[in-house]
């Protein structure tokens, strides 16, 4: 890729990561239309299929991954790349299932490749989305040696607090509290938000709740609470637990409140 089209790519990149998704997609049909090396093209493609997939267009960027990989040849690696978001767009797609048979046939049929210095990346990728899956399909035992084995092959920042927050649930699910807490502390040190933002403080606000230590199961909770819904949290819940912490604070007052509240949501 030439060097003007090479800060064309990073400026797309910038215009995806800020979600200005229609002109990042602009700029990265540009930058295809004027790429003829298949490699080259390849990544383009994985651009265009990252905005359409956050568009929702997801059969478009399908036919965009499949025509990618018809232009290299059968044996190039970046197959394996074209593949793996093959896999991601079905996650995003919420064909989770689809998603990981990809993911275990490209580690299972792959594995000289990716236990080399070249394959190191992708096969981070890969355990990273089979951590996270096998954590949401609740298979915690399977997902927790995959999440922990990740931590030491150089994630980046936003991976960090995903993998964190997802060994964390499978932590409290296998009854390993203290080890949960110091997930979802890290997590939120790190600066993981949103979703798992949300969920790490449910998480801790549980785990405080359980161990006696109420005054730190309320602050939790309550930075929980606003929010609970973005995070497929039951409002419910979240107020039940509160109006329980707060009854062992002796906070009688704020825990009829809180009672109210769940009986309203």
């Not at 649930?169 to 993981?192: D, N, R």
């Amino acid at each position: 890729m030439a060097s003007t089209d090479l800060e064309r790519h990073r400026q797309a990149d910038r215009l995806l990561q800020c979600g200005r998704l229609e002109e990042a997609l602009q700029e990265f049909r540009a930058i295809l239309d004027s790429e003829s090396d298949p490699v080259g093209r390849a990544y383009v493609s994985a651009g265009v299929v990252q905005c359409l997939s956050r568009m929702g267009r997801f059969e478009e960027a399908r036919d965009i991954l499949q025509k990618a990989a018809r232009q290299l040849p059968k044996d190039h690696t970046t197959r394996l790349d074209l593949e793996f978001f093959h896999a991601c767009l079905y996650w995003d797609e919420g064909k989770c299932a689809e998603a990981q048979r990809i993911l275990d046939r490209l580690l299972e049929e792959n594995r000289e490749f990716l236990s080399s210095p070249d394959g190191r990346e992708l096969y981070r990728d890969i355990q990273v989305k089979r951590g996270i899956s096998l954590t949401a399909f609740q298979r915690f035992g399977e997902a927790c040696p995959i999440l922990e084995e990740v931590r030491s092959l150089g994630l980046s920042e936003e991976q960090e607090g995903d993998v964190l927050c997802n060994l964390g649930a499978c932590y409290y699910a296998l009854g390993k509290k203290a080890q949960a807490k110091a997930a979802f502390l890290a997590a939120l040190e790190a600066g993981v938000q949103n979703y798992w933002g949300i969920r790490a403080h449910f998480y801790l606000g549980m785990i405080y709740a359980e161990s006696g230590s109420h005054a730190w199961a309320k602050q939790e909770l309550e930075l929980c609470a606003p929010n609970a819904a973005e995070a497929q949290l039951s409002s419910r819940d979240v107020f039940r637990l509160l109006a329980v912490v707060c009854r062992e604070l002796g906070l009688e007052d704020e825990a009829e409140r809180y009672a109210k509240l769940a009986e309203q949501s």
